[in-house]
């Protein structure tokens, strides 16, 4: 079977954690299926990029998906997943690059562009 690579692009977190969890435990599940996974953290999504922000989001649907920031964990640090967050908003959200969780960078949108180019991209 060829090669899978996909750049998920995740645009919520406080504001829709339901979307934000779903997308990361889909991503957790592609990654464990040898699938070649990447994230994109686009407008509110950003702050899942601030260190300890996803540990204060919560919402109804507990029993459904697992916390953001054990998703969040998983990812970074056990499955080696690159965060990249989009420079454009780090801004207006009032992230630093010294508070960025694990394995996460600021890249502009072009870069996402590039990566789009040789991978499908998954938005949510």
């Known amino acids: ?11 919520h977190s406080f504001d829709n954690p339901d979307k934000a969890a779903g997308a990361l435990q889909l991503a957790t ?3 464990a299926f040898d699938a070649e996974v990447d994230i994109f953290l686009m407008d509110k999504g950003v702050t899942l990029a601030k260190k300890g922000f996803a540990e204060t989001v919560e919402w109804q649907k507990k029993d459904e998906f697992s916390p953001l920031h054990e998703l969040i964990k998983t990812l970074s640090e056990d ?3 690159k965060f990249y967050v989009c420079a454009s908003c780090v801004k207006h959200f ?3 690059k010294a508070n960025l969780i694990p394995n ?5 949108g072009s870069f996402l562009g590039e990566m789009l180019m040789e991978r499908q991209g998954l938005t949510f």
């Open 79 to 81: 499955l080696d997943v």
């Open 1 to 11: 079977m060829a090669e899978k690579k996909f750049v998920f692009i995740i645009t």
């Open 29 to 31: 599940n592609m990654k």
């Open 104 to 108: 996460a960078e600021i890249k502009p």
């Open 94 to 96: 009032d992230i630093d």
